[in-house]
């Protein structure tokens, strides 16, 4: 029996095997054709049994993958948020006003990171960030015992949709993106400048409230944008975590604690 684990992004899609969480295989689909063949002809020689996957975008290429899945008479499931998750190790309550507006990778994210830090700082709470085409800045709160709490947390645009934005938006700017400077004298650096700024400030002050909680609270940082913003970030947290493809590992949580 083999399982498929699918985290279906606004811009690329990655998949596993339940294990392989630290390097799966990456497509991106945005603006991109003729992956499909490939991708699934790739699928049929693993010989799949049951597909577990996370989308929040791209519902076309969800339903395309879906009537795959039906066609070879693979069991799937588009996993959503729920009202909290168990396995034998930890639980996590989900405190969001309502479940159902909670996008199931910033869902699976933050399971996937109590999973992580649970091995690295176990008396800790976590402050996930994912730097994508949105920065989500998330809270979960350690109640001890095992007991988590995902508190709710930000969104943003990432630092690619922030530079779109400020090219689109005022055509008179540089086209290029330059380097973090204390005084930029370039407006591509003072660009650059300003989006890290601005990605770094949404980090500090997500901590600084819930530090006021749980001040032994890490930093875990992922996605794919999360190069562009490491080293400002390590400034100001020298403990920062970076751990990839939290939602995949959330997923194979889910999977090993149903049986999948």
Not at 156 to 168: D, E, F, I, Q, S
Request: hydrophobic share 45%.
């Amino acid at each position: 029996m083999t399982n498929l684990l699918i985290d279906l992004g606004n811009t690329a899609l990655k998949w596993c095997l339940p294990g392989e969480e630290d390097n799966p295989h990456t497509v991106v689909h945005r603006d991109t054709e003729g992956y499909k063949n490939k991708l699934y002809e790739e699928w049929l020689a693993l010989k799949l049994s049951r597909v577990v996957g996370c989308t929040v975008a791209a519902p076309e290429i969800a339903f395309s993958m879906t009537k795959f899945f039906n066609d070879h008479g693979i069991k799937w499931e588009w996993v959503r948020p729920q009202a909290s998750f168990h396995c034998p190790t930890f639980s996590l309550e989900n405190r969001y006003a309502r479940t159902g507006q909670l996008g199931a990778d910033r869902w699976y994210a933050a399971v996937g990171a109590v999973d992580v830090l649970r091995g690295i700082a176990h008396d800790a709470s976590i402050l996930v960030v994912q730097m994508g085409t949105a920065a989500t800045v998330d809270a979960i709160l350690n109640l001890g015992g095992g007991r988590y709490q995902f508190l709710g947390g930000r969104i943003a645009p990432g630092p690619t949709l922030m530079h779109k934005v400020l090219r689109n938006g005022i055509p008179a700017l540089a086209s290029d993106i330059g380097s973090w400077a204390s005084f930029p004298n370039s407006t591509a650096d003072a660009m650059a400048t300003g989006i890290l700024d601005a990605q770094a400030g949404l980090v500090q002050l997500a901590l600084h409230e819930l530090r006021k909680y749980a001040p032994s609270t890490r930093v875990l940082l992922s996605g794919g944008a999360s190069a562009f913003v490491v080293d400002r970030l390590r400034e100001f947290i020298p403990d920062l975590i970076v751990r990839h493809n939290l939602v995949l590992r959330g997923l194979a949580a889910r999977a090993a604690c149903a049986g999948v």
